[in-house]
């Protein structure tokens, strides 16, 4: 069985940052793709930034310049580094990992974690 469990969320201020992880535990045979999505109040889930197993990263326009995506391989995490936050950022984020666990390849995705940001 397959866990993402998220960290990191919480309330700051605008203009601040903060910096979320995302960690998958249990049967894991390889990991491709791994990314971080947002669904805020009344809207779609999106894109928010993505990553492969190589470090070829894909951000939304809306969070260039100012997130940033990294992963390390050899413990499964990804990170979302976020700074010059804005009050539009604020969402639930979740983890999303395109995986292989040794039977078959699937997308997987954590519980979400809230990010909060005050004007």
């Known amino acids: 069985q397959v866990q993402l469990v998220e960290s990191g969320g919480g309330l700051v201020q605008a203009g601040g940052s903060l910096r979320l992880s995302c960690a998958a535990s249990g049967s894991i045979f390889s990991i491709n793709a791994m990314g971080w999505y947002r669904q805020a109040p009344g809207k779609q889930r999106e894109l928010v930034a993505v990553?492969?197993?190589?470090?070829?990263?894909n951000y939304a326009d809306s969070v260039k310049g100012r997130f940033t995506i990294s992963r390390d391989n050899a413990k499964n995490t990804v990170y979302l580094q976020m700074n010059s936050l804005k009050p539009e950022d604020t969402a639930v984020y979740y983890c999303n990992a395109d995986l292989d666990d040794g039977w078959a390849k699937d997308d997987y995705w954590g519980q979400g974690t809230q990010v909060t940001v005050s004007s």
């Open positions: 990553i492969t197993t190589g470090g070829s990263t």
